[in-house]
């Protein structure tokens, strides 16, 4: 499958609701709740102003199945280290999906002029991910412990994660 990876916009996000819906629904990644939030909610979470990007992946046939957004990780003298989050349709996983998507995410991240990219919140469950966090260079830096409520596995540790740019 050939994959663009481009900048969102707002007409995307018919596309982008059902994956964040289901992403969301399964409660083992995202600390939102389906059941708390409206699709409005949702849009407000996920397509964020600048200097927030919110980006797309699309397959060669013009359907979105990734998104990621990237923005600082924090405020004044944190802006200079990026955060992200990423979600691919679940009925498209393992094929490489994730990794474009980070992939472009570092790049515009380095692009922005960011020095590092941080990651808060990595579910110790979501084996795949870390994987592809450590593949791609990222350490685990801090763990929290049972600090996410999974829907299967009760409470589990989330991971903090960095690496420099």
Do not use: K
């Not at 018919?14 to 699709?39: C, F, H, K, N, S």
Request: proline share 5%; with cysteine; charged share 20%.
């Amino acid at each position: 499958m050939a994959l663009v990876v481009r900048t969102a916009t707002a007409e995307d996000w018919p596309a982008i609701w059902p994956i964040w819906r289901q992403v969301v629904a399964a409660g083992d990644t995202y600390v939102w709740e389906l059941d708390a939030m409206t699709e409005d909610d949702a849009r407000a979470a996920w397509m964020l102003p600048p200097p927030a990007e919110v980006m797309v992946a699309v397959d060669d046939a013009g359907v979105v199945v990734g998104t990621a957004e990237v923005r600082p990780n924090q405020v004044g003298r944190g802006s200079h280290v990026a955060n992200a989050s990423f979600m691919v349709d679940p009925a498209c996983a393992g094929r490489g999906i994730g990794r474009a998507l980070a992939e472009a995410v570092l790049e515009r991240a380095r692009a922005a002029g960011y020095r590092a990219m941080q990651f808060n919140a990595v579910v110790a469950s979501n084996v795949r991910a870390i994987a592809l966090w450590r593949s791609l260079g990222f350490t685990v830096v801090g763990t929290v412990p049972g600090a996410f409520r999974h829907a299967e596995r009760g409470e589990v540790d989330l991971l903090v994660m960095h690496r420099w740019l």
